[in-house]
Structure formats: structure tokens, C-alpha cells
């Protein structure tokens, strides 16, 4: 799978989630440079990196030292200096109030909505990135326990395509399953 220029210089630890479902998050969630963002489960950095490329302001939370060193050197390699990564739980709350968007890369995910919840302006939107449908059916649950609106579960799948004289199909390569997209927002 063709990978662009930019994410190649970024270091990889953990696993990373890819810029097709990077494009759906930033797509969905209608952030832009007035956006304030909240990201937890920074691992590598690679999401949060994409977010602080167009937003104001990106506070990512991380709890491994490993993965803060990764996603801190990625964030000085692109010269980001309004991506904030802070050695904390999630799950013990959002120091950001009024924020645009939560992303939650994470496990038990479900445990965070109430605080997402609470962190995100009125209209604001959450998202989840969950590589299991069980962990799905409970953030969904959670979701509508605190009342979030225009719920949306995606999985995207890409397909290289081989092009050639003779003739044009899909690749035998690509990458289909990486995670669950849960998208919603606070009403």
C-alpha cells in the first residue's frame, strides 16, 4: 500500500492508525483551523500529527514513556508546536473544556465517553478506533448512555487496483481491516 511522503519520515513504534481512516476522521469530524482537539492513545503520533497539520491546537494523552518519545520526536520532526503530548490517563478526565473533537485510540474506550462528553463544546464530535466489534456494541452503548446524537459505525477498506497493458483488477495486496471508525456527536 502507497504510504505518502509525509508519513514516511515519521517514526513507527506502535501500531499506527493509517491516513485512509485519518482522512475519514479529520472528513467526519469537520475540524479545521479554528479546531480545538483532544486525542488519547497517542502511540506513534500519527493521528494526532494529521490533526495538529490543520487544526489550532491538539493535546494528545499517553500513558506509555515508549510511545511519548516516539510521537514527540515525530512531533519535532514536522515542527508542530500546537500538538501538547502529556504523560497522563484519559480515563482519570479531560483537563480541555469547550474542545471540537475526542479521539480515543485506545482500549476500554467505553470508560472515556462520560468525560469526552464533558470536555466537548455543544455540537462538538467523539471517535473511536476499535479493532473489535465487541469494544464497538460497548462504546455505542456508552454513546447513547450520555446522549450523543448521529452515531455512525464505518470499517474502510482500500483496494490497490494493478494497472497494466493487458488489462486493469484489484491488487492482490491492500489493507482491509485495520479498526472500526465510530464517529458521533454531542448534542
Known sequence: MFIPEHYRRLKR??????????????????????SVCVDAGAGSGWLAISLARICKDVTSYETREDFI?????????????????????????IKEKDV????????????????????????????????????????????????FSDIVVLESILRDMLVREEGMRPSTKGVWHTGYLVFAQKG
Open 13 to 34: 513504534g506502535p501500531q499506527v492508525m493509517l491516513p485512509k481512516d485519518i482522512g475519514l476522521v479529520i472528513t467526519y469530524s469537520g475540524v479545521g483551523k479554528n
Open 69 to 93: 518519545k516516539i510521537a514527540e520526536g515525530n512531533a519535532r520532526r514536522e515542527g508542530l508546536d500546537n500538538l501538547h503530548i502529556v504523560n497522563r490517563d484519559i480515563k482519570r478526565g
Open 100 to 147: 471540537d473533537l475526542v479521539t480515543l485510540d485506545m482500549p476500554e474506550s467505553d470508560k472515556v465517553v462520560g468525560k469526552a462528553h464533558r470536555a466537548l463544546r455543544p455540537g462538538g464530535h467523539i471517535f473511536g478506533y476499535l479493532p473489535h466489534m465487541e469494544q464497538v456494541k460497548a462504546f455505542v452503548a456508552a454513546l447513547n448512555r450520555y446522549g
